[in-house]
């Protein structure tokens, strides 16, 4: 190979590696007991109740209970382009799409800011949950609703 | 004649048709109120017998269960030394229960070791460790569960996940325990003082460490927390969240993970705290978030890599405070407005207000400042001419942290002499227009 056509293979390996890494961005882990929440500042401690959001532009800010997510969503209105990821309570090493999660809130499951929300990768799952704890199971749109009528 | 001799005679057989029931109502009332005082008798709370009952390895009784089970309302419950490996003691009377020599109650990691559920209960000079860890179950070494009136005294408390958990209580007493937490990983520590939904609490004395949170407040009102010791926890010295009304006095909060962090409460009143050591990037002195109303005072800030962070908190007065030798004494986000903060001491720290807001809406206004550099011509204890306590650049390292390298540099000394003389990028809304020339004392 001569020698300008072995600058110019490096000037697209170059080229294809940079535009790998943008695209589709997804949620990092959550250092617990070092990173704080975005909303309300505290410290995220609690590995059941862990949130983030992905900007479209790959920023991600972090949450430490699934009402600090919704509660920032509400303040900010506008999240196009952004994705929201909750820890499933059932299976602590996964994110979840938030949008599509099931939520349980009940008395008997305490949330780090109180609201008593926790997420459910699997509606059965929930409904189990439910039938142990009581409460009650709603989207992520009720959960929207409940949290901007609580926090008002 | 006659009429009036038949009306004498119907009324005197009328007068003695009264006083015969009359008297028949009074013999029945009589016998009504002995029924009546000598049942109640036996109901009455036994004020008549208060029994001792010994637990010990060589008493009668062995097990602090089974003393429960034999106690009555108003009993005493002695427990004398030793180790008691017994866990789930639900207390459902209304007893005092004491320890002599220290018995050891061990919940073996496994269980919540005492639930109170009855009111007037007193724990007094006991040790109680091993609270179990649980994901699901916040067990604690004593848990007041719904009751009121109760007093946990003098008590030692070693390696238990929570350790006084006290939800939906009131009228209660926590006083001078010392707690010792695992001092392990936060997401298997619990907190040494919870309080949820409570009521009327009084918390004084404590010396709390190695738990999650020191002491954490959630929806409760009116509680006092004073004279406490709070040193070494994983998170927080102190926590409170949509707590209103509450008041702490005289406690110090040392070297906590992320210092003192307060929420979401009204009508705080915080005086004569010590907030210090508390050094990391989410580390706060004291951490104030959507406080209203509320008062900071005469407390002593030292050491703390922020002194002071205020969001979203309005109508807060923070006066007489000492702020020394912090990386940042105050820092105010824009969220914050109303704030006063008059007659508080700045000495020593690397920064004394940082802002992100270009008009600040809060006000301040006769502090003592030590790197005020004015003068007082007519010797009145105020500064001539005004101080902007944000310099300049610390606008800049907010941006670019890196920055930071620069703090002592020639550069930045120069860069701060043309902001005093000219400002421009600082916000000119954050003046303090009389400074002192002395420290308040």
């Not at chain 2, 419950?77 to 017994?86: P, T």
């Not at chain 2, 705080?268 to 509320?294: H, Q, T, Y």
Request: hydrophobic letters at 40%; glycine letters at 8%.
């Amino acid at each position: 190979m001569g020698k300008t056509e072995r600058i110019l293979w490096m000037i697209l390996a170059l080229g294809i590696w940079t535009l790998l890494s943008c695209g589709k961005h997804g949620p990092e882990p959550i250092a617990y007991g070092k990173d704080s929440c975005t909303y309300c500042r505290m410290i995220v401690s609690d590995r059941k109740f862990g949130a983030e959001l992905v900007t479209s532009k790959g920023k991600i800010l972090k949450f430490d209970s699934i009402e600090c997510l919704a509660g920032y969503v509400n303040k900010t209105r506008d999240i196009n382009g952004h994705s929201l990821w909750v820890v499933d309570y059932s299976n602590l090493s996964k994110f979840v799409d938030a949008t599509r999660a099931s939520y349980l809130v009940s008395e008997k499951i305490h949330s780090p800011m109180g609201l008593n929300i926790s997420a459910f990768e699997q509606k059965d799952v929930a409904n189990r949950m439910l039938n142990n704890y009581g409460g009650r199971v709603v989207s992520w749109n009720d959960v929207l609703d409940y949290v901007q009528q609580k926090w008002k | 004649m006659k009429a009036s001799r038949r009306k004498n005679s119907v009324q005197r057989h009328f007068a003695s048709e009264l006083i015969g029931t009359m008297s028949r109502l009074f013999l029945v009332l009589v016998s009504l109120h002995a029924i009546l005082v000598t049942s109640t008798d036996a109901l009455a709370t036994p004020d008549h017998s208060q029994k001792e009952i010994v637990v010990g390895k060589n008493s009668r009784i062995k097990s602090i269960k089974e003393g429960i089970q034999l106690a009555k309302n108003g009993d005493r419950l002695v427990i004398k030394g030793g180790v008691y490996a017994e866990g789930n003691i639900v207390i459902d009377k209304s007893i005092t229960i004491i320890g002599e020599g220290q018995p050891e109650i061990d919940g073996q990691n496994r269980f919540e070791v005492f639930t109170v559920r009855a009111s007037y209960v007193t724990l007094k000079g006991l040790v109680i460790k091993n609270a179990g860890i649980s994901s699901i179950h916040d067990n604690a070494a004593i848990r007041i569960d719904e009751v009121s009136n109760c007093t946990i005294e003098n008590n030692r408390f070693v390696h238990n996940f929570f350790t006084i958990y006290s939800a939906k209580a009131s009228d209660c007493l926590l006083k001078d325990n010392e707690i010792i937490g695992y001092d392990s990983a936060e997401s298997s520590s619990g907190n040494g003082i919870h309080l949820w939904d409570c009521r009327n609490i009084v918390i004084s004395g404590n010396r709390v460490s190695g738990q999650r949170d020191g002491i954490y407040l959630e929806f409760s009102r009116n509680v006092v927390i004073r004279d406490n010791h709070s040193e070494k926890n994983l998170r927080y010295g102190l926590h409170f969240m949509f707590s209103d009304s509450c008041k702490y006095f005289n406690n110090q909060f040392i070297n906590n993970g992320a210092g003192v962090a307060v929420m979401y409460s009204r009508f705080v009143e915080m005086k004569g705290n010590r907030f210090e050591s508390n050094w990391g990037p989410a580390s706060f002195g004291l951490l104030l978030k959507d406080i209203k109303d509320s008062r900071i005072t005469e407390n002593y800030l030292y050491k703390n890599t922020v002194g002071i962070y205020s969001e979203g908190s309005t109508k807060v007065t923070v006066d007489k405070n000492t702020f020394i030798r912090n990386g940042l004494a105050v820092k105010l986000m824009a969220s914050s407005t109303d704030s006063h903060f008059t007659g508080n001491n700045f000495m020593g720290n690397s920064f004394d207000v940082a802002t992100n807001s270009s008009h600040s809406l809060n006000y301040f206004e006769s502090n003592y400042w030590d790197n005020y550099k004015g003068y007082d011509l007519n010797k009145d204890g105020i500064g001539d001419i005004p101080f902007l306590p944000v310099r300049l650049y610390s606008m800049i390292i907010a941006d670019y942290p890196p920055a930071l390298i620069l703090l002592r540099s020639f550069f930045i000394d120069i860069l701060d002499m043309a902001e005093r003389a000219f400002p421009a990028l600082t916000p000119e809304t954050l003046v303090d227009k009389k400074p002192l020339m002395r420290r308040v004392t």
